[in-house]
């Protein structure tokens, strides 16, 4: 099952996929500005390329558990998402993924820390359905 993850945020949405098997995570970048119309087509564009069974959208919860302002804008982001898509669209708790992000990439030396955390939201997420 071939699996796409968004690590949502306003200004950049990390992106990551799966292989079609499940096996193994890889990032594909990152989308600018993914609520405007040139960053909706251009996360279509993806989703139409990689044809996913699911696609995972981070929660950033408060370390409590709570939903506080960026976990409710990534539920909205993923009730439009889901309006659009064919495909289920599942939101993930996504806490530590940018620090674990930040650290993977040589403590933030890699630019695209969005698509390294999309890329362990997958992770966990095979992790769970093996």
Do not use: H, W
């Not at 499940?22 to 119309?37: E, K, L, M, Y």
């Not at 996360?43 to 370390?63: F, K, N, T, W």
Request: proline share 5%; hydrophobic share 40%.
């Amino acid at each position: 099952m071939k699996v796409l993850a968004l690590d949502y945020g306003r200004a950049r949405t990390g992106v990551a996929v799966s292989d079609p098997t499940g096996q193994i995570a890889r990032p594909i970048g990152s989308v600018s500005r993914v609520d405007t119309p040139d960053g909706q087509a251009e996360l279509d564009s993806i989703i139409e390329r990689e044809q996913p069974a699911i696609v995972l959208v981070g929660e950033p919860r408060l370390m409590s558990g709570q939903t506080g302002t960026q976990a409710r804008a990534s539920r909205g982001f993923a009730g439009r998402l889901r309006a659009r898509l064919d495909v289920p669209v599942q939101l993930v708790d996504e806490r530590m993924t940018t620090v674990a992000a930040e650290r993977r990439a040589n403590n933030g030396a890699d630019s695209d820390t969005d698509s390294l955390a999309a890329c362990l939201l997958v992770e966990a997420y095979l992790a769970t359905v093996r």
